[in-house]
């Protein structure tokens, strides 16, 4: 790092944590042996270059926060505010002049991967506005009056869940922190209201903030190293246009499976089973029908993105178990080529078994195919792609 850096960070880290209830601030909370702070600290200081860091936090746990710190070359503690505002002032105010990109980070958000901070860098840079990391919205959203009743549904395609750090280029942010009286709930909306532009790029799910006793366990889980299982299940009924794929081959002569993509229930019953083992969510929210990228896409493509979705969390396959349930194609001939594939893709061993139904049900009487996958995912290296 040169004498003057040009990147700073401003940690705020000095909430009282009252929604967790621990009598102790938040950051200063301990996530499998270690606070927020210090782990906060850890995805900033594999920055590259490294940045100037002002940390802000509560009266009194200036020297504690400066041990949790060591190895930086350039450090600054103060004191925060009666407010999140206020605090992020005070970090601004303690930047070297010769800061001229910032980052506001909340230490709640403990272990977002340094590649988030150096994304955020790069897009202000690019850019010149103001930059968010994201993550599209899965839930449906409803908003509701006064007494919790439903007045209507919001089109979620146009909301993001926003995270920190939020970049910006030092000057705006002064100014613009300088312009608003009101209070609001993070840098981005300041900087907005002063009449600045805004820009989201692609957050991480290692990003979340530590709220609630919930938060603080999903943490401490995704920390402890124990690996972790999921199911999944998947249904088509034949009569796609186009021939069949299961189990990433195609099956000449047989009729192709019905759906939004290839129909590949093999495939697509294993993405949920990751997908479900590493907690985040299924192949509908993720990869949605409304989403034209994945229209008609082979059952590859939905594995690949499962797996680096996988990845950015900190997860990776283990091993994969799938039972498919129904009368053709007939499986027995083509196994090892088709687990072959599969644990090409998946990077993991999957094995492959089937089974008919005597007859019985839709799959019996020849309608179409059922898989049911189960997959074992553990801790791997985090990476932000």
């Not at 001229?100 to 010149?128: K, W």
């Not at 993001?160 to 705006?172: D, L, N, Y």
């Not at 590949?264 to 949920?272: K, P, Q, R, S």
Request: charged share 20%.
């Amino acid at each position: 790092m040169s004498a003057d850096p040009t990147v700073g960070v401003v940690l705020v880290a000095a909430g009282a944590g009252s929604r967790l209830g621990l009598g102790v601030p938040k950051a200063f909370v301990p996530v499998a042996g270690r606070s927020m702070l210090a782990r906060a600290f850890d995805g900033i200081r594999a920055m590259e270059p490294e940045p100037q860091v002002v940390a802000v936090v509560p009266e009194g746990r200036e020297d504690e926060t400066r041990t949790l710190a060591s190895g930086f070359r350039s450090l600054r503690v103060v004191r925060g505010g009666a407010s999140r505002q206020e605090s992020v002032v005070a970090g601004l105010a303690a930047l070297a002049p010769s800061v001229r990109t910032v980052l506001v980070h909340d230490a709640a958000r403990a272990l977002t991967p340094a590649r988030q901070f150096e994304r955020v860098v790069a897009a202000v840079e690019s850019s010149g506005a103001g930059v968010v990391p994201g993550l599209p919205v899965a839930d449906t959203i409803k908003r509701v009056d006064a007494d919790a009743r439903v007045l209507e549904t919001v089109d979620r395609s146009r909301l993001s869940a926003v995270q920190t750090p939020q970049g910006f280029p030092r000057a705006e942010l002064d100014a613009a922190y300088a312009s608003v009286s009101d209070e609001h709930t993070d840098d981005a909306a300041v900087f907005t209201a002063s009449g600045r532009g805004v820009r989201v790029i692609p957050g991480s799910p290692l990003a979340f903030k530590i709220t609630t006793e919930d938060d603080l366990r999903r943490a401490e889980l995704l920390l402890a190293g124990s690996p972790r299982t999921g199911i999944g299940i998947d249904v088509h009924a034949f009569g796609g246009d186009a021939p069949l794929r299961l189990a990433l081959l195609e099956w000449p002569g047989e009729t192709g499976l019905a759906g939004h993509s290839d129909g590949d229930a093999v495939a697509h019953a294993i993405c949920d089973a990751l997908l479900s083992a590493a907690g985040l969510g299924d192949m509908g929210s993720r990869f949605g029908t409304a989403d034209p990228r994945f229209e008609n896409a082979t059952g590859d493509v939905f594995l690949r993105a499962t797996v680096a979705l996988l990845a950015e969390a900190g997860w990776e396959p283990g091993n994969v178990a799938v039972q498919v349930i129904g009368n053709r194609p007939r499986l027995a001939g083509r196994r090892e080529e088709a687990q072959d594939a599969l644990t090409a893709v998946v990077g993991a061993p999957v094995s492959l078994a089937a089974t008919t139904t005597d007859g019985l049900g839709f799959a019996g009487r020849g309608e179409g195919v059922t898989a049911v996958a189960t997959a074992l995912v553990r801790p791997g290296a985090r990476r932000d792609p």
